[in-house]
């Protein structure tokens, strides 16, 4: 084997923590083989030992100092780079005195770690391949012997992928509103993860034992949403053959997530307001008043301040809903992200579809990293799926990605949010070269109904005819 194509090993139980450290591995150039504990890497076969080994110190059953023991008394030569998220200054002494290359607390700065990985490689006379140029936010490195206190992620994040800055200050507005009872209003781009950090919310809550109950408000007829969410009597209306308990009846003590709150029916959100400020309602047909000690998340990719200045959105309720505001940056804006994102649904979809897919190519990561995410997460997810599907080899290459490819976001201009509305649609349009319909269409591109596309670009004075697609999409730009 050449030098070269030896791995570097990566050994940690939290696999949050393994994969963002895969990716950003990965985003170097550098192959990864990943393992959950000491005994599964040490089961392993392999001809000769990978070029470094990133090991946590707390491993279950034998621990990743245990480990560094063991391969020193079999003979075996492997540069080691400890990482935990419990250090202290006496560990990383042990670790170092016994030869490890270096000792990182998490989190850690991804640069120095990258540092780190080459150096071991360098000890062993490898030749290191230069790291790729994905966009690091350049910050200090915390150590265990910089007497630094770890953070650590709660259990309510525990789906939650990425480490990026962006990401990590998201999660820690939702630490700090998850222990109160506050509505909390999330915002952000169509495929951003809004339920995701919704659910984050209730399950870091004193909340997290009860029910949380979801509401696509974009999906329900306006005239069926009041039934919905408030529920009905036996008779209240032609076909209402029996009781029916509403969502915020079901989500008593738990939390009720509505999402595409934006979309909700002007004649409806009377009702809501009254709801949200006294916690009480009426079932459709009912007199009897129930009341609900519900949690409210609400979600949504429009401007609900600029509704209400165009009276599509009550103002009250906007002010009500609006206690915790939650912007979720779009993946464009945390690109350190894409890897560790890309090999969790690489792994993901390859179990799924009972595939052996171990690594993401060099080419391939480089080039999803470059691109812009219209669709952000939701297209990524996609893309890795038809990618795996059409996967060959224990190798995954990446279809061509019809779109903008920069590091830079340059396709987004203008001041309002309907200026990056019309870019972001346009930019989804050009990436589908003017088809709306269809699975690889623009509207399941942003996660949405054909209807509603049309509907918004139609208002946002986006012409389109089949015939003359591309040409009008410019000249509507």
């Known amino acids: 084997m050449d030098q070269n194509d030896r791995p570097v090993c990566i050994v940690d139980d939290d696999v949050s923590a393994r994969e963002a450290m895969a990716g950003l591995t990965v985003s170097a150039g550098l192959r990864v083989e990943t393992f959950s504990s000491a005994k599964e890497y040490l089961h392993a076969p392999r001809a000769v030992p ?6 946590d110190v707390e491993l279950p059953g034998l621990t990743g100092l245990q480990l560094q023991q063991e391969l020193r008394r079999t003979g075996v030569s492997v540069p080691i780079v400890f990482v935990t998220g419990h250090g202290d200054i006496p560990m990383s002494v042990r670790a170092l005195k016994a030869g490890a290359v270096d000792f990182f607390t998490k989190p850690f700065d991804p640069e120095l770690f990258l540092a780190a990985i080459h150096a071991g490689i360098a000890t062993e006379g490898l030749t290191t391949v230069a790291p790729a140029c994905l966009p690091v936010r350049s910050t200090r490195g915390r150590r265990a012997d910089e007497s630094v206190k770890p953070e650590s992620r709660s259990d309510g994040f525990s789906e939650i992928v990425g480490n990026s800055s962006a990401l990590t200050e998201v999660l820690a507005q939702v630490h700090t509103v998850a222990g109160t009872d506050s509505t909390v209003l999330i915002c952000g781009e169509t495929g951003t993860g809004k339920e995701l950090i919704a659910r984050a919310v209730h399950n870091s809550s004193d909340r997290k034992h009860g029910p949380f109950i979801k509401v696509n408000c974009g999906a329900i007829p306006a005239g069926l949403l009041e039934s919905e969410l408030m529920g009905h009597e036996k008779g209240a209306f032609t076909g209402a053959i029996a009781q029916r308990i509403g969502r915020f009846e079901l989500a008593h003590d738990g939390t009720i997530f509505l999402d595409e709150i934006g979309e909700i029916a002007a004649e409806l959100q009377p009702k809501l307001l009254r709801l949200l400020q006294e916690r009480e309602f009426e079932r459709v047909g009912g007199t009897r008043t129930i009341r609900s ?17 165009t009276r599509e959105f009550r103002e009250d309720l906007y002010y009500r809903l609006n206690v915790f505001p939650v912007t979720l940056p779009p993946l464009r804006d945390r690109r ?7 090999l969790h649904f690489m792994r993901q979809v390859a179990a799924r579809l009972k595939k052996d897919i171990r690594e993401i ?10 691109y812009r995410w219209p669709g952000n997460i939701r297209e990524l997810e996609n893309v890795i799926e038809r990618a795996v599907i059409l996967a060959k080899g224990s190798t995954l290459e990446v279809p061509p990605l019809y779109g903008t490819l920069c590091p830079e976001d340059k396709a987004v201009r203008g001041d309002d949010l309907a200026s990056v509305n019309k870019a972001h ?4 349009l050009e990436a589908t070269r003017g088809i709306v319909a269809g699975p690889d269409g623009a509207a399941a591109r942003l996660g949405m109904k054909r209807s509603t596309l049309n509907y918004r670009m139609k208002k946002l004075g986006i012409l389109r005819e089949p015939a003359h697609a591309r040409h009008q999409l410019r000249a509507g730009d």
């Open 336 to 342: 350190q992200d894409i890897p560790v994102l890309a």
């Open 50 to 55: 990978p070029a470094c080994l990133v090991l």
């Open 361 to 370: 190519s060099s080419a391939a990561m480089s080039h999803l990293t470059e």
């Open 425 to 428: 649609i346009l930019a989804v």
């Open 293 to 309: 000690n519900a949690r409210v998340i609400a979600a949504t990719n429009r401007d609900l301040g600029a509704m209400v200045k």
